[in-house]
């Protein structure tokens, strides 16, 4: 498996939680940088967090910050995204991506710096 596969999407009512995982490879022993973007429909792809190689460093959109929670577990290979206090606008398909270089502990924010992409899943926020 190269390609990372998310899990956990759905419909919630404003205000709700939702918790994203993503299933990442075991390419080599090697954690990369990565990412989760969203794109509404009509809307270009958007970072929503990104973490890096080993957590210590992440970055949040301001529309997300202090609602949402990127973590990753190394050891297991996975991903996670923590969605609290939900919006209407938070509404889009989900993607988990991954770097396949590393260099360093940093986070990327770029859609063009990651070079394995999930399928998605969906989130719908009601009002």
């Known amino acids: 498996q190269v390609q990372p596969v998310e899990s956990g999407g759905g419909l919630v009512q404003a205000g709700g939680s939702l918790r994203l995982s993503c299933a990442h490879s075991?390419?080599?022993?090697?954690?990369?940088?990565m990412g989760w973007f969203r794109q509404a429909p009509g809307q270009d792809r958007e970072i929503v967090a990104a973490?890096?190689?080993?957590?210590?460093?992440?970055y949040y959109a301001d529309s997300v910050k202090g609602r949402f929670t990127i973590s990753r577990d190394n050891a297991k290979n996975t991903l996670d995204l923590q969605m609290n206090g939900l919006k209407p606008g938070d509404t889009a398909m989900y993607y988990c991506?991954?770097?396949?270089?590393?260099?360093?502990?940093?986070?990327?924010?770029?859609?063009?710096?990651?070079?394995?992409w999930g399928q998605g899943t969906q989130v719908t926020v009601a009002s």
């Open positions: 991506a991954e770097r396949s270089e590393t260099d360093g502990e940093y986070y990327y924010t770029r859609s063009y710096e990651y070079h394995y």
């Open positions: 973490i890096s190689r080993f957590g210590t460093t992440t």
């Open positions: 075991a390419r080599t022993f090697t954690a990369y940088p």
